[in-house]
């Protein structure tokens, strides 16, 4: 191939990335919903599906894509995981500078919650969130939430089960009980 | 509530949140920047195998040369340095936007360097470029890319307090007249052009595209008057030999002196391009089956390449990167790259950069920011010492070794005045209980909390509070980037202090009949007060696991008398009334190490208190 050549190839990815441009149009909207839910963070959720796009269009541009809207939901789930362990790892090592530079548990401190339902949500663990969120959400089944996930669906029925008896708990008495019997 | 009426409530708590939220318009240049680097790998990778070919075609055209010389100047290695004098290695840092210095020994940021006008006309492209200037002075050049395709370099002078000292801004690989006339060049629009210093760090080098015509590409250096800072150009005619390929090289270093140079660059797409005088030599470095993504000079004059090679899946995810010490010679030597540098794959090794300064050499990977830093006299004695995380979003970084004379040289930024009212960053929140007590909490014993002059990690520390401290709140508030602050005073001194530390302190309880139910009935021991106290707070509210962000820190250094005591904060209870427990432990000496005897829990509260209990 001459050089020649390569920026025509070159010239027609970019007419490619126009084309791509409506496929954002159509899925970063709710793309952006699903990232919100997962992580609670706005700033993090754009982060999430920057990168998700991108190993969508890796994909697409090569014609392997045929559902763009599911393609995109894993990719984001899993970019949110990563995000998740990766914040949570930040916080360990944050604990051990001195550091009134820190910063990272005051997204959440900062989080001023008047919907009771989505502070218990938020209390829930990752995983169970996580299908929280697909299956009332998305409307996904335990099947596709496990392949979402990367799961068995048995991990994603007893995560469930878990959750589901954890928000029951949470939102029978609106989450008195957990702060009354603490304090 | 039933189960379907718990479910309808998630499904509308669900909607609910999910419809306040609203991308905004920078998510598509976000989603259009990873794209260009990933096309960028496409590329790369796809064009290796004409890559061959185009060498080949040019090879016979050009003149051959020896090994490159070894440099006889070397400023970024000065002679020793005199009594006081530290030399140590800086980097500087850019997310495309501004430009950080850095400690390479920790990735701290020690200084965001002054910006300059360029920054407020275009983004920062390619490389940064950095010397040391006289004393601890420190020069970074790097190219704008300006609205309308155009080009301009900046050489930007930094005193040792890092402000701006003086800044020279010429004309750079395309001027605003060039590009007017010129077409969109897509390849060029995605390798942007890169600067190189001379040897003696009086010069600095770029590819110029010839006014009338992109495919025509000649080699400009642009030579600099250090004391004055006054530019002379030098345009260094050169014969393509009738390559087209040439429009698409970028520079990578500068060998030899300045009366005897050697430009070494590397062409989009796979084949490297060494000049001398006026002559060129085509190159593939004997890099078969990987790209040269940047290469730069030992102290040696040894060359070293950084290569990347695709991987199973042929795409930027599954690359891998070797780093090779003097590829065109027999003797040539790949220094591994400790493993698990990208656990998860998410490295794009296009954008690797390698820079020597001294025995010193760094490698750059991409936006994840890691430096992996190497040191040695000789490239034989290269060594990895270590790999550091660059701020985030680091898409570049140049080295340079500079004294750092007397302590500290490099002085505290930021204000050194009281910020009035109006001066104070951030917003107010009024999330600070004016005359109330806060203690503080998570800070180690070995630690200390800094109070500082304003609401920020910029400002002068004025006092520190230790681990067991406590202020009183004036009742000002400010949030800003690393959190919410308040303000305190502490002994007569006002200062600000993260709010991440500090809570409010309710009632105290008798855990210690809970804590045995714990622990299955039985009083926990352990060897030590530390461990027992760690064990204790694992009783009280596990750490740990990415479900459950909760932090015990010992918050007093044990002692042993005739009880033990240690004092333990467990902190980030996933509530946003309680933060956690300040937990004192006393336990009885055993032969085997210490067995509880008691544990008084003090419940801390993020918001306030009221009765005895958390707001």
């Not at chain 1, 014609?63 to 984001?76: Q, S």
């Not at chain 1, 548990?105 to 829930?124: F, G, S």
Request: aromatic content about 6%; proline content about 6%.
């Amino acid at each position: 191939m001459t050089m020649g050549a390569q920026v025509l190839a070159f010239a027609r990815s970019r007419e490619e990335e126009d084309s791509f441009a409506e496929v954002f149009n159509e899925h970063h909207r709710r793309a952006v919903r699903l990232a919100y839910l997962l992580t609670s963070d706005h700033h993090q959720a754009e982060d999430v599906v920057a990168e998700a796009m991108a190993k969508v269009w890796v994909q697409w541009q090569r014609g392997r894509v045929d559902d763009v809207g599911a393609y995109l939901r894993r990719a984001v789930a899993n970019q949110a995981n990563s995000r998740l362990r990766r914040r949570y790892l930040e916080r360990r090592e944050a604990s051990r500078r001195t550091g009134d530079d820190r910063g990272v548990r005051m997204v959440d401190d900062q989080t001023v919650e008047h919907d009771v339902v989505w502070q218990a949500i938020q209390q829930l663990p990752d995983r169970q969130r996580q299908v929280v969120v697909l299956r009332y959400y998305e409307d996904l089944s335990e099947a596709d939430t496990a392949e979402v996930l990367g799961v068995s669906a048995g991990t994603v029925k007893s995560s469930m089960s878990r959750g589901m008896a954890r928000l029951h708990d949470l939102l029978s008495d609106e989450g008195a009980a957990h702060q009354g019997g603490e304090a | 509530m039933n189960d379907r009426e718990l479910e309808d409530r998630i499904r509308a708590s669900l909607q609910a949140r999910a419809g306040d939220v609203q991308p905004t318009p920078a998510l598509w240049e976000r989603v259009s920047d990873r794209v260009t680097r990933r096309r960028r790998w496409q590329v790369l990778v796809g064009t290796l195998s004409g890559a061959a070919a185009v060498v080949a075609l040019v090879v016979g055209i050009g003149f051959v040369l020896s090994q490159p010389t070894v440099p006889t100047i070397d400023p970024f290695d000065p002679a020793p340095p005199a009594p006081g004098v530290t030399v140590a290695s800086t980097v500087v840092t850019t997310d495309g936007e501004s430009l950080f210095e850095v400690d390479p020994a920790t990735g701290e940021v020690l200084h965001e360097l002054p910006a300059f006008e360029g920054f407020a006309e275009g983004v920062i492209v390619g490389d940064v470029a950095v010397r040391p200037g006289s004393g601890d002075e420190l020069v970074v050049a790097v190219v704008i890319g300006l609205e309308g395709q155009a080009w301009e370099i900046e050489v930007m002078t930094f005193a040792a307090d890092r402000a701006l000292v003086d800044r020279l801004r010429v004309p750079g690989p395309r001027g605003p007249d060039t590009y007017a006339a010129a077409p969109m060049d897509p390849m060029i629009d995605a390798f942007p052009p890169t600067v190189a210093w001379s040897p003696d760090g009086t010069s600095i080098a770029w590819v110029r595209i010839n006014d009338e015509d992109v495919q025509d590409v000649r080699l400009t250096v642009l030579t600099l008057d250090w004391a004055g800072l006054s530019p002379g150009e030098l345009p260094t005619p050169v014969d393509r030999g009738g390559a087209d390929s040439t429009a698409h090289m970028r520079m990578q270093a500068w060998a030899g002196t300045t009366d005897a140079p050697q430009f070494w660059m590397t062409m989009v797409g796979g084949g490297e391009v060494v000049l001398e005088g006026s002559s060129w030599r085509y190159d593939a470095l004997g890099m078969e089956g990987g790209t040269v993504i940047d290469v730069a000079f030992h102290r040696t004059g040894t060359l070293l390449a950084l290569v990347a090679r695709p991987g199973d899946g042929q795409d930027a995810e599954s690359a891998t990167l070797e780093l090779i010490a003097d590829p065109m010679s027999d003797t040539q030597r790949t220094i591994p790259v400790p493993d698990g540098l990208f656990p998860d794959g998410t490295a794009s090794p296009v954008d690797g950069w390698i820079e020597a300064a001294g025995d010193h050499v760094a490698v750059g990977f991409g936006d994840r920011g890691v430096l992996l830093a190497l040191v040695g006299d000789t490239v034989e004695d290269l060594e990895v010492i270590g790999t550091v995380e660059l701020p985030a979003g680091t898409r570049a970084a140049g080295i340079a070794r500079v004294d750092r004379t007397g302590s500290p040289t490099i002085p505290q930024p930021g204000p050194t005045d009281d910020p009035t009212e109006e001066d104070l960053p951030g917003d107010e929140l009024g999330m600070a209980n004016p005359g109330a007590t806060y203690l503080v909490v998570g800070v180690a014993f070995d630690d200390t909390l800094n109070v500082r002059r304003g609401p920020g990690p910029e400002f002068e520390v004025v006092t520190e509070l230790q681990p067991t401290g406590a202020a009183t709140a004036t009742g000002r508030d400010r949030l800003v980037d690393s959190g919410l602050w308040f303000e305190l005073e502490v002994d007569g001194v006002t200062g600000w202090a993260n709010s991440v530390f500090l809570a409010q302190d309710a009632s105290t309880q008798d855990l210690t009949s809970s804590v045995i139910d714990a622990n299955d009935g039985q009083r926990p021991t352990a060897s030590t007060m530390e461990e027992l106290g760690l064990a204790v707070a694992e009783l009280v509210e596990p750490a740990g696991g990415e479900e459950a962000p909760v932090q015990h820190v010992i918050v007093t250094p044990p002692t042993v008398g005739d009880l033990g005591e240690v004092t333990v904060d467990v902190v980030g209870l996933p509530d946003d009334s309680v933060l956690g427990w300040r937990l004192v432990i006393f336990a009885t000496p055993t032969d085997d190490g210490f067995t509880l005897s008691s544990v008084e829990g003090t419940v801390l509260c993020r918001r306030g208190v009221s009765d005895g209990l958390c707001l």
